[in-house]
């Protein structure tokens, strides 16, 4: 029960307020009054009789003009029209306590942080952003200041203000900070905090499985190296983004970082391109520069240089050992400081072996490796790559987040993932194309059925001997998997056993792509 007291400006009258109530043993939870001459009192809920004699009374008060019944206090519905105007702020939005700890959030911000059903209030802003120094700014200038985070893999300006409380001294003192996040992507190029060609860092990778945290403990390591790096993965696991990050990492990171694919480039252009031209050669009167002579100093990603024809890899060996090489067309070498980082999706071990692939630059290569497990085999990556992946797409779709249920991260994980990351990002995409209400389901991301085993058993596929109920059922099986995995490297590689095995059942159970 709230009751609006308007009254006049008179000593003592607030006293006889408050007797009147302590005579009913009515406990008073709290009091506001008004510089116009109202008094707000918050009590308990009582009966109607028991209401309606109170009423009498107070009126009956000296200096008392009316009294009524109101829904909210002046703070409450304040504290009201504010915690809606924050929950309709499409950025998250936190309020903070000078020891660090949130006391307010919107829904924006506990969605990014936890969930909708949950809150971030009571916990410390250094555990939600870790990247962030809240108490350094604390014990600096308390200014308003602005700076590039990272959560979760996506990059966030955080907006710090400082909020100060002036009192009857007219000195202002500061009671707390407001911290409003946007996606980086929202800000302007021309802004002071990001720069236009800004890197990836080790702190946009995300994972929690133990496979995902060994690789980036040894690549930060590696990072810091200027021998040669071999990075190994399947298709779509994330090779170039990964190289990327060693480079912010190392003390090359001032330096250019070019990127070079060694796939389907004719030999000509794939010389130019890395090594230049002289002037006069192909009708070109001052010549070109090539990738390795642009980015002296920095670092030149080869992809799948498994792919790289004989000839470069004669003339990358040379630039590995000493750092030379010549223009086409030119005599004169030129040496530069270059580190290379090359990725393959092939066994470049398999390809020195064929004769595909030269086992001096292969040697050389294979010093400092990393290899990038494939999503199958570290399913707990799963459910926070969907999180990042959902985040960034809604952002851009400029829709709300939806939710899942973990059902849906159940059966992703148990999917087999042939393309990776990447798959896994352009299903989320099309899952939020097709998305009709708030929660994402299994049927949005039509997962492909071609590895699902063959049905339950039947009286017919039980006659015969156990060997050759079990050549039965092996036979589907491979005769599935081969539609995903069409070629008898891939399926061995699949299943983890030899080429010439799966080759021969292959041939045996007469098994052809469809």
């Known amino acids: 029960m709230r009751l609006e007291v308007f009254c006049e400006d008179r000593l003592g009258l607030t006293r006889e307020l408050l007797d009147i109530l302590a005579k009913r043993s009515i406990d008073l939870r709290g009091i506001e009054i008004d510089v116009t001459g109202i008094i707000y009192l918050n009590c308990p809920d009582i009966d109607f009789d028991t209401f309606s004699e109170l009423m009498t009374e107070i009126r009956r008060i000296s200096g008392v003009k009316d009294v009524r019944k109101i829904q909210f206090m002046p703070m409450e519905r304040q504290n009201f029209e504010l915690a809606a105007v924050l929950d309709s702020l499409p950025s998250p939005v936190v309020s903070v306590d000078l020891k660090g700890n949130v006391d307010t959030a919107n829904h924006a911000a506990n969605a990014l942080f936890c969930s909708e059903s949950d809150t971030i209030v009571g916990r410390s802003i250094s555990q939600l952003l870790p990247n962030f120094a809240f108490q350094d700014w604390l014990d600096g200038q ?271 994980s148990t999917y087999h993932w042939p393309g990776n990351m990447r798959q896994l990002d352009n299903m989320v995409l099309r899952a939020l194309t097709q998305l009709e209400g708030d929660e994402l389901a299994s049927d949005s991301f039509e997962l492909p059925s071609n590895e699902k085993l063959p049905a339950s058993f039947n009286s017919q596929q039980l006659d015969g001997s156990l060997d050759e109920i079990m050549k039965h059922y092996e036979a589907q099986i491979l005769e599935h998997l081969f539609q995903t995995y069409p070629s008898s490297r891939k399926l061995a590689k699949r299943l983890d056993v030899s080429h010439t095995s799966i080759a021969n059942k292959l041939r045996d159970y007469s098994i052809r792509k469809q």
């Not at 190994?232 to 480079?247: D, I, N, V, Y």
């Not at 270059?338 to 990725?343: D, H, N, Y």
């Open 142 to 412: 308390r200014t308003r200041v602005r700076e590039n985070v990272v959560h979760n893999g996506l990059d966030y300006i955080v907006e710090l203000m400082p909020v100060f409380v002036t009192g009857d001294d007219k000195e202002q003192t500061l009671v707390s900070a407001v911290l409003a996040l946007r996606p980086a992507a929202d800000v302007s190029h021309n802004s002071d905090i990001l720069s236009p060609t800004q890197e990836l860092g080790f702190e946009h990778f995300v994972g929690i499985s133990n496979r995902h945290k060994a690789l980036i403990q040894q690549a930060k390591k590696l990072a810091m190296l200027d021998q040669p790096l071999l990075i190994e993965g399947e298709t779509g696991t994330g090779k170039e983004m990964l190289a990327r990050a060693c480079h912010t990492r190392s003390h090359r990171s001032s330096e250019p970082f070019l990127v070079l694919s060694c796939a389907s480039m004719p030999d000509d252009v794939a010389e130019t391109e890395l090594f230049g031209n002289a002037p006069g050669s192909f009708n070109d009167e001052n010549g070109h520069k090539g990738i390795f002579e642009q980015a002296d100093g920095g670092t030149v990603f080869l992809d799948e240089i498994g792919e790289m024809s004989p000839h470069i890899q004669i003339k990358l060996l040379r630039l590995l050992q000493d750092g030379t090489f010549r223009r086409v067309g030119e005599e004169k070498e030129m040496h530069v400081d270059v580190r290379v980082i090359a990725s393959t999706r092939h066994n470049l071990s398999d390809l020195a072996e064929a004769g595909s692939f030269r086992e001096d630059l292969y040697y050389r290569l294979n010093v400092l490796t990393l290899n990038i497990p494939p999503l199958r085999e570290r399913a707990s990556d799963i459910a926070p790559l969907m999180e990042l992946f959902v985040a960034k797409h809604a952002h851009s779709m400029n829709m709300m987040i939806p939710k899942w249920t973990s059902e849906l991260i159940s059966q992703l």
